[in-house]
């Protein structure tokens, strides 16, 4: 009888566990995976598994994030990939993203391939040029 039991337990648990997702990874699993990826420097696994997670759950609350996040993931090593994934990113959720988030992806997809001083001294540039052609009251 307490055989029979734990076989029902583990049944039920089971299926609950690998029922939740009708057989596909869950989202959150996968979303953890990217990161994972991502946080061990594997830029390309990471990409793939947000690629993964875009095409597997389009409708996510998190799609516009994991939309972002795989342009910045590809800048670590594709800048033709980042740039198609940012401007996805500003077409596809623009209108419905913190202005903040849709400014850094602009930023982003204007700075790609750039190395940070140089972006840096430029953004200082332009706003000394920007002091000096503003006429003083």
Do not use: H
């Not at 990471?46 to 998190?62: C, I, R």
């Not at 996805?88 to 903040?100: L, Q, R």
């Not at 540039?125 to 920007?130: D, H, L, P, T, V």
């Amino acid at each position: 009888m307490r055989q029979s039991a734990i076989v029902v337990i583990l049944a039920l648990a089971a299926g609950i566990f690998f029922g939740a997702c009708s057989g596909k990874p869950c989202e959150e699993d996968l979303f953890k995976q990217a990161q994972s990826f991502a946080q061990e420097q594997k830029y390309e696994l990471a990409a793939n598994t947000y690629e993964t997670l875009l095409t597997q759950y389009p409708n996510s609350d998190k799609a516009a994030n994991i939309q972002f996040t795989l342009g910045s993931t590809y800048a670590m090593f594709d800048t033709s990939k980042a740039r198609a994934a940012y401007q996805k990113f500003i077409d596809a959720y623009g209108a419905n993203v913190d202005p903040y988030m849709l400014e850094s992806a602009k930023f982003e997809l204007n700075n790609l391939g750039r190395d940070l001083d140089e972006v840096i001294n430029f953004d200082v540039i332009q706003e000394e040029e920007s002091a000096e052609a503003t006429p003083a009251k």
